[in-house]
């Protein structure tokens, strides 16, 4: 009886759920003439929604989903809008019916079919923070809560910056017209996705972790301190908003911080549970935090150069006549350790160029665009 009863666990173990292995559903609904694709990964709990940025779709989340599931346990939605990734387009001839309002038509739709139309908590990615604030805007009682990554707010996009913004891009819009329909339809009614915006104001009811990365996404000292303005008078505006900032990150915050972008989900998850699931939550979130951060210090170390090694890989470099790279070495190794500069580490010219070609300083380019053979890691 022993064996017998031993030997039926055994074969409904697989049936038990596990974090580790959550069922995935890859799935195109059809929302209204055109079908939108979700993928899913079912847990237990309300379910969070994700809204990538412009010109994203859903396989910008990939890194997260696996860490996430184990965490909160939780059901995970990520889709792409129409005209990105696997997503069809609207058939309706007039360019101005593909706007936000006809995507959320379709995305309320999409959810509802798939049984996600109650309860839920959003996530949201530059762009992707209209969607979300309208989506709350329009079921402020359903959303449970927000997490902002270095999203779009009413407050920065002025009139001023529309203006600017749909002067710089008719070039990229004449070109996707034909290239790309879902950027095209999503850049030439940007100001039309503002004003919707504008015009249904983000409820104060629904708790905002809104994280915003240290590192603007344009080179432009003013916007950028317009941005962290918009996002702390967001933040001020109501007690259950908290605004955190990304240090060292750029724009995708989440991609190169992940353990932050989780641990910040997971907060604001555990603040809709009772108190027993958001102890336990909790609990999981930590113990993710301390081996995600375990980790982020390996890969650091293995990808980190000492000064010396530059060094003696620029000269190795000068050696075998490879002068452009070699100075690009010599470049990085005075950028990355400026303080330690000797005249070991200088750009040295040689002494006795190559009698087959005249020989001419090149233009030193950013560290940035180094060959291959650097591997680089910018991180939070």
Request: proline share 6%; glycine share 8%.
């Amino acid at each position: 009886m022993k064996l017998y009863l031993a030997a039926l666990l055994l074969c409904l173990l697989p049936l038990v759920p596990q974090r580790g292995h959550a069922q995935t559903v890859d799935t195109l609904v059809d929302v209204g003439g055109y079908r939108l694709h979700f993928h899913i990964v079912k847990g237990q709990g309300t379910p969070i929604l994700f809204e990538a940025g412009g010109g994203d779709d859903a396989r910008v989340w990939e890194q997260l989903l696996k860490p996430l599931a184990q965490v909160t346990g939780t059901t995970l939605i990520t889709y792409d809008r129409a005209g990105f990734g696997k997503s069809e387009v609207s058939r309706e001839a007039d360019d101005t019916q593909h706007g936000i309002l006809s995507g959320m038509q379709g995305l309320e739709t999409g959810l509802k079919k798939l049984g996600y139309g109650k309860e839920i908590m959003l996530v949201a990615h530059s762009y992707g923070g209209w969607y979300s604030s309208l989506y709350a805007a329009r079921h402020p009682k359903q959303v449970k809560a927000v997490v902002l990554l270095d999203a779009m707010l009413p407050c920065f996009a002025t009139d001023d910056f529309l203006a600017g913004m749909m002067r710089d891009m008719q070039a990229d819009i004449a070109k996707n017209k034909t290239e790309h329909r879902g950027r095209y339809y999503q850049t030439l009614n940007y100001p039309a996705t503002v004003q919707a915006v504008r015009n249904a104001p983000f409820p104060a009811s629904v708790p905002v972790m809104d994280v915003v990365a240290e590192q603007f996404f344009i080179p432009n000292p003013t916007e950028a301190a317009r941005w962290k303005a918009c996002h702390q008078q967001f933040a001020a505006a109501q007690p259950n908003r908290e605004l955190l900032t990304a240090y060292g990150c750029g724009h995708y915050l989440f991609h190169e911080n992940p353990a932050l972008a989780v641990s910040a989900i997971a907060k604001a998850y555990a603040a809709t549970r009772g108190p027993q699931q958001r102890a336990d939550l909790l609990q999981r979130s930590l113990r993710y935090s301390v081996e995600a951060t375990n980790e982020l210090k390996k890969r650091e170390t293995d990808y980190r150069h000492s000064e010396s090694d530059l060094n003696s890989w620029g000269y190795t470099l000068l050696r075998q006549g490879e002068i452009q790279k070699a100075l690009e070495v010599f470049k990085l190794n005075t950028v990355l350790y400026p303080r330690a500069a000797t005249p070991s580490t200088a750009s040295p010219k040689p002494t006795s160029p190559p009698a087959t070609k005249s020989w001419r300083k090149p233009t030193i380019r950013s560290p940035w665009s180094l060959t291959p053979g650097i591997r680089m890691r910018w991180r939070c």
